[in-house]
């Protein structure tokens, strides 16, 4: 039997979860119309197991320096989809990628109007700047073997050319650690640039606003592209919270003061899944990601998440 604190909750929520769940990939509560851009609201709270080691996404090992690099930076190729079940999709930065010469040359061509969080344009000369630190550093030439020059025939193409062919580059620039960084962020240029300590400058829907040893709060960029595309982001703020206990990760969870848990173990999923308002997604091995049933947008356990797509439905947690 459920305690009667839960219960109570199950039948305030009964009728907007209902609505929340509707549909192929659930819908939010709210109705949004056709053609008008979401209105961000809320904050996303997450807790996580340890702290981002780096804000430099080229050096982004671990789930939390991918999830938070991922909101900040952008990779070249991405297709991105909108909150509030939107399956339209739009190219992200590069707009467009056409091989020639049996796959060892590659054409991109860059979105215009773009613009890095700290003011900076995005072009083609900023990706010369990023593909060079690339080049430089063993992480960077393991995720493009074969790269052996990259030049600009104008400031929104760029051509990257290869030893040999290279038919995977487009799945090789989604990867999140290839995500574009402000040439004003970095300490040097060249090979040898690297990600100024302490500094997070991308083309992304969320910027850093607060950092300490237990939390990092990340904000919406109110100049991002892709809201004029009506991409999001549906939440104003993300907290990530560092909490090393599962079982205090799972505690957060069903009280409510986060929304996401990550690295959930097999325990704790037991308990979660007697509770009508969480769900689980398989993650790695016999680990899963806890979530509250009020947020969309989040689909899978396995790859980090663009939460740009991500929003909150209201579900009501308390007597009407």
């Not at 100049?223 to 206990?245: F, Y």
């Not at 599962?246 to 957060?252: H, I, S, T, V």
């Amino acid at each position: 039997m459920l305690p009667a604190a839960a219960s109570g909750r199950v039948a305030i929520v009964s009728v907007a979860l209902l609505a929340a769940l509707a549909g192929c990939g659930g819908g939010s509560a709210e109705s949004v119309a056709p053609g008008t851009p979401p209105t961000p609201g809320g904050t996303l709270a997450i807790a996580v197991p340890a702290a981002p080691h780096t804000l430099d996404p080229l050096l982004a090992r671990t789930p939390a320096d991918l999830l938070v690099a991922r909101q900040i930076y952008e990779p070249l190729i991405e297709r991105l989809s909108g909150p509030y079940g939107d399956v339209r999709r739009r190219a992200g930065l590069v707009i467009s990628a056409d091989p020639a010469e049996h796959n060892t040359i590659w054409r991109l061509h860059l979105r215009s109007n773009v613009r890095f969080q700290d003011g900076a344009r995005f072009n083609a000369s900023a990706v010369l700047a990023n593909v060079e630190r690339w080049r430089g550093t063993s992480e960077g030439s393991a995720l493009l073997p074969g790269l052996v020059a990259v030049d600009a025939p104008r400031p929104d193409l760029v051509r990257f050319i290869f030893s040999e062919p290279d038919p995977d580059l487009k799945r090789q620039l989604a990867s999140p650690q290839l995500g574009i960084v402000s040439p004003r962020a970095l300490r040097s240029t060249g090979a040898s640039a690297r990600l100024a300590r302490g500094v997070a400058a991308g083309t992304g829907a969320f910027e850093l606003r607060e950092r300490d040893p237990q939390r990092l709060l990340l904000a919406r960029n109110v100049q991002w592209w892709g809201t004029k595309h009506e991409l999001g982001p549906a939440v104003d703020q993300i907290d990530l919270r560092i909490v090393t206990s599962p079982a205090e990760r799972l505690m957060l969870l069903r009280r409510g003061e986060v929304q996401v848990a990550y690295d959930l173990e097999s325990a704790q999923v037991a308990r979660l899944r007697r509770d009508p308002l969480l769900t689980a997604l398989p993650g790695k091995g016999s680990t899963a990601l806890g979530l509250e049933r009020s947020v969309r947008g989040i689909a899978s356990a396995g790859a980090t998440p663009v939460l740009s797509q991500a929003w909150l439905t209201r579900i009501a947690t308390g007597a009407g």
